[in-house]
């Protein structure tokens, strides 16, 4: 279905909803690459309008790609929950704006399962950056697992202990330094060099150790792909939480290895080592659709939108998009990095998801750590489940840069928020003061490290 | 035991302090120092006088552009092609990719350790699969691109080689094998001249590059 709408003597034409949300993005470089982008600061407000006017009932009779071309799709129209959607199904996108700044935590936190991505997406797109941290503010989302998440007054960190070897040494020293400044509530989270099994395990193990000898409420996830996890489920080793990178398209999907069924697969065999835990860590970001080709001409931010879909398909302890990571050609500078970033934890929380960001950003991007100090102190103020703590920010392995220990101590401060409370007796038990010294309690030698 | 020992377990930027809840000024300059490096190497030009090679602009006008457009940077200009010479064999080609200091400095003793007289082509605001369009050109049986990796902060000025067979527009990076993080304290000249000749005798009895090529070379010395 086409849409037009007229601004100021011009009639701006949109060929359908797909075209209709891409146009009524606010500037970002992947769109722009990807050919889909307003041409002109007045037909992005004019299709900003016309999206305005759209009914939300529309959403569930035009799909932005094709139910038979795509799961995602499928897993989309079958998620929707007509008695959570009730409240809003006679709003049009821009009531819903009106309506969500106005309602109580209590009626923005119900509306998940009536929300589709594709309605949080437009949502986000006729909202500023002040809307979207009060939007994401209301939404009240709470997952455990050895940690309870979501608190109103916790701020949670995943450790991010990596090393450009994976030396257990080197991830053992820089997961001291992070419990020594209060990080790890949310997990402790090993990006590993490579996806070899046998590595992989020796990292599981690691962790396994660590957590246990100290007793440390929280989990230990090394983030490999998903066939390796099942393949260490399979083999015995201590498994806590299943990573995998996912997408808004069946074939963004396809190019990550995974499907829904392989997810559920997943999902099923560590939910069976753990009962009654939330056992998922999803990561996500706006343009990995468009790097792998797999777009079909929807606008990044939409993509992004329908991958917390597939993200709440299997009841996830932690999501993230790490919003920075992907480079200049698809979020260019500070300014949309920080707006993605927004939108992308309005949506997830909207959508229900226990959202983090990782604020971070590339050395060729247009983008400093001022940049992620503001996004940063937005995020903290909407709420935001978890951010990351690296080393320093500078991830040694990974090569970019991310937010610091200090800087969810900072944050944590400025907004009165807590570490995860299980996490925060064990910090007080412990003896972690201001990190000054390492407690005999964690000594050194149980770490590896003598 | 002190924080401060924890770094001689890791080059993480671990053990940094605090002044109330942020980095001490030392820890902040140091990282402020090192982000500086990166952005200038990314924003830094490959002069291409010291190479005398022929010369190729990719359709990238600036870096701004470049940095936008993925696909304009693996385009040449036609009018830079059309000159190239149609020597066959290896072709390498020496491109500034997101980090033109690095190249500048260590292109010169890679082309030099390779001891082959491989014909040089200089590629300017280039990705990669500029070299298949070059390659082509040229009727190249291989195309070795050399370029500027995205320097961290840690370092600047790594180098990337890119081997790939039979070079022809619409190549994937599937079809290439990479050797990457080429520098002084990473992977030496030699090092990666003799991974580089390895994997183009495989190249050669298989007739292609990329993942069917594995990258298992043994250690230790070479037989020549």
New interface residues.
């Given amino acids: 279905m086409a849409f037009r709408h007229t601004i100021r003597g011009t009639t701006h034409v949109f060929a359908d909803l797909r075209d209709l949300l891409a146009k009524a993005t606010p500037l970002r470089?992947g769109d722009?690459?990807a050919g889909v982008a307003a041409e002109s600061a007045q037909q992005r407000v004019a299709a900003q309008r016309a999206l305005a006017d759209l009914p939300l009932r529309h959403f569930l009779h035009e799909a932005v790609i094709p139910a038979e071309q795509d799961d995602v799709t499928r897993l989309i129209l079958a998620q929707h929950d007509e008695a959570g959607f009730a409240p809003v199904s006679s709003l049009t996108v821009g009531a819903l704006r009106d309506w969500l700044l106005a309602a109580t935590p209590a009626q923005v936190t119900a509306l998940a399962r009536g929300l589709t991505p594709e309605m949080a997406a437009a949502v986000t797109k006729i909202s500023r950056v002040g809307d979207l941290v009060a939007i994401a503010r209301k939404c009240r989302v709470t997952t455990r697992f050895r940690s309870t998440l979501g608190g109103t007054d916790t701020l949670a960190i995943r450790l991010q202990?990596?090393?450009?070897t994976d030396?257990p040494?080197?991830?053992?020293?820089?997961i001291?330094?992070g419990l020594?400044?209060g990080a790890g509530d949310a997990c402790i989270g090993i990006n590993p060099a490579t996806d070899n099994l046998d590595a992989v395990r020796r990292l599981l193990d690691l962790l396994h150790a660590v957590i246990t000898r100290h007793d440390i409420p929280t989990q230990g996830c090394v983030l490999c792909h998903v066939t390796t996890s099942l393949l260490a489920m399979e083999a015995g080793a201590p498994v806590d939480l299943v990573f995998q990178s996912i997408g808004g398209t069946q074939r963004t999907n396809d190019s990550f290895g995974v499907s829904l069924a392989l997810l559920g697969e997943a999902h099923d065999a560590a939910r069976a080592r753990h009962p009654g835990a939330q056992v998922m860590y999803f990561e996500t970001g706006q343009g990995s659709a468009l790097s792998a080709d797999a777009h079909h001409g929807v606008d990044q931010q939409t993509i992004e939108a329908r991958a917390y879909a597939v993200a709440r398909a299997f009841d996830p302890l932690l999501v993230n998009s790490v919003v920075g990571f992907i480079g200049?050609?698809y979020l260019?500078d500070g300014k949309q990095i920080l707006r993605a970033g927004l939108e992308d934890h309005c949506c997830g929380k909207l959508l229900g998801l226990p959202m983090g960001v990782d604020i971070c950003h590339?050395?060729?991007a247009e983008a400093?750590?001022d940049d992620m100090d503001a996004l940063l102190l937005a995020l903290a103020a909407a709420g935001v489940t978890y951010i990351m703590g690296?080393?320093?920010?500078?991830d040694?392995m990974l090569?970019?840069?991310s937010t610091?220990f200090?800087d969810g101590?900072?944050a944590r401060?400025l907004f009165g928020r807590a570490p995860a409370p299980e996490f925060a007796a064990w910090l007080a038990r412990v003896g972690i003061g201001?990190?000054?010294?390492?407690p005999a309690a964690l000594s050194?030698a149980l770490l590896g490290?003598s | 035991m002190l924080p401060a020992h924890l770094r001689r377990f890791t080059d993480a930027r671990v053990a940094l302090g605090r002044a109330g809840d942020a980095l001490p000024t030392s820890a902040l300059l140091d990282l402020a120092e090192a982000h500086a490096a990166a952005r200038d190497a990314v924003w830094s030009a490959l002069d291409p006088a010291p190479f005398a090679a022929p010369v190729v602009h990719s359709r990238a006008e600036d870096r701004r552009e470049y940095l936008l457009r993925p696909d304009l940077g693996r385009t040449p200009r036609a009018e830079d092609l059309a000159p190239l010479p149609r020597t066959g064999g290896i072709v390498v080609v020496v491109a500034d990719g997101l980090c033109a200091a690095g190249v500048q400095a260590h292109a010169p003793a890679l082309l030099r350790a390779f001891a082959a007289d491989w014909p040089v082509v200089v590629a300017l605001q280039a990705r990669v699969a500029i070299g298949d369009a070059i390659g082509a050109a040229m009727g190249a049986e291989a195309v070795v691109v050399l370029i500027g990796e995205r320097p961290g902060l840690s370092a600047q000025d790594s180098v990337g080689l890119y081997l790939t067979w039979a070079p022809r527009l619409g190549r994937t990076d599937a079809e290439r094998n990479c050797i990457s993080n080429i520098r002084p304290g990473g992977m030496t000249a030699s090092d990666a001249a003799a991974r580089l000749h390895w994997l183009l005798r495989g190249a050669r009895a298989l007739r292609a590059t990329g993942v069917a090529l594995k990258d298992d070379m043994p250690t230790g010395p070479l037989l020549p």
């Fill in positions: 470089s722009v690459l202990p990596n090393h450009p030396d040494r080197g991830v053992a020293a820089a001291l330094d020594l400044l200049p050609e260019f590339t050395n060729h400093d750590p690296v080393p320093g920010g500078d040694v090569a970019y840069q610091s200090h101590l900072a401060r201001d990190g000054a010294r390492i050194p490290l």
